[in-house]
């Protein structure tokens, strides 16, 4: 009987291979659901803090909504870790709208910052009687 000698160092190098695969994509996948939350949430606060500062008699002001998303965005820790592409505020009777793009800068420079994240979050006046 003849012995088969062999390595077994391919079979070792697929493995590396595999487990650096399976390392690099997690790490990808949570630096994309960081960024799609830090958008989010960015947006949802720059929404609430311009409604409640452009709001008279339970209907925001345009001009006034415009003004203070872009202070926000401007002043905001939230914000400061976004390259905002667009941004986009509406106002339809007691609602006010903000879309909002943008590119979330990852501080271990992993990741997302080719990517266009857009996010709308909407906030609402409601008068006590």
Avoid: W
């Avoid at 000698?5 to 695969?21: E, M, S």
């Avoid at 939350?37 to 001009?63: C, E, F, K, W």
């Avoid at 909407?122 to 008068?127: C, Y």
């Amino acid at each position: 009987m003849k012995s088969d000698r062999g390595t077994i160092a391919p079979l070792i190098a697929t493995y590396l291979a595999l487990i650096l695969l399976s390392v690099f994509g997690s790490v990808a996948v949570v630096t994309a659901l960081v960024a799609v939350n830090r958008v989010q949430g960015t947006a949802d606060m720059a929404i609430l803090y311009a409604h409640d500062r452009s709001v008279t008699a339970g209907i925001p002001n345009q001009a006034q909504l415009s003004h203070e998303i872009a202070l926000f965005l401007q002043k905001a820790p939230s914000a400061q870790r976004l390259v905002i592409l667009s941004t986009a505020a509406r106002v339809k009777a007691e609602t006010s709208t903000l879309r909002m793009c943008a590119r979330y800068q990852n501080p271990l420079g992993i990741g997302v910052d080719s990517a266009i994240i857009c996010r709308e979050s909407k906030a609402k006046s409601f008068l006590v009687p």
